[in-house]
Nanobody, 118 residues
Framework: QVQVVESGGGLVQPGGSLRLSCAAS????????MGWYRQAPGKQREFVAR???????NYMDSVKGRFTISRNNAKNEVSLQMNSLKPEDTAVFYC????????????WGQGTQVIVSS
């Protein structure tokens, strides 16, 4: 089992920045992917960014150039630096952790609220 805890959400003005952090604990030896999804009010949860253990990253198109995902493998932590935030970035952000064999699974955090508003 893996426990996932996010932190760092809050209220920010358009154009501002926030940094989300996520820490995984428990059976972390087989963690392969760490990343973020988000869910805006009335919308489905959508992929935001991910980072694979070797460092390869992927982003959704609307955040490319504004968000940066990074990872500390030794601490099983992942961060999402969000710059030039827009009102449409308002959502609950969820961290997820994907584990590979022999303990295959996907684990989610409880979510952290990000509100972009003036």
């Amino acid at each position: 089992q893996v426990q996932v805890v996010e932190s760092g959400g809050g209220l920010v003005q358009p154009g501002g920045s926030l940094r989300l952090s996520c820490a995984a604990s428990g059976t972390t030896s087989s963690i392969s992917v760490m990343g973020w999804y988000r869910q805006a009010p009335g919308k489905q949860r959508e992929f935001v960014a991910r980072i694979i253990s070797g460092g390869e990253t992927n982003y959704m198109d609307s955040v490319k150039g504004r968000f940066t995902i990074s990872r500390n493998n030794a601490k099983n932590e992942v961060s999402l630096q969000m710059n030039s935030l827009k009102p449409e970035d308002t959502a609950v952000f969820y961290c997820y952790v994907q584990t590979s064999i022999p303990n295959v699974g996907v684990y989610w955090g409880q979510g952290t609220q990000v509100i972009v508003s003036s």
